[in-house]
């Protein structure tokens, strides 16, 4: 997924981005995929969404 467009638009966005990207922060996502949680990395000129690894590791009775 690019962010480019999403980041013409809003300025204050890009700045949070930005920062998500440096720091590594581990982002929700309300409209990517289930778990929505993952990470952005810079790709070139624009970012990439990497979700979060998801284990169902819950034990069954």
Known sequence: MSFNTF???S???TIL???AADK???VAH???PFP???HVRRDGA???WVPAPY???AKRK
Request: net charge negative; no cysteine.
């Open 24 to 26: 590594g922060y581990l």
């Open 55 to 57: 284990v169902d590791d």
């Open 17 to 19: 981005v930005d920062e």
């Open 46 to 48: 624009s970012y990439r």
């Open 30 to 32: 309300t409209h990517a």
């Open 36 to 38: 929505g949680l993952g």
């Open 11 to 13: 300025n204050g966005r």
């Open 7 to 9: 980041l013409i638009h």
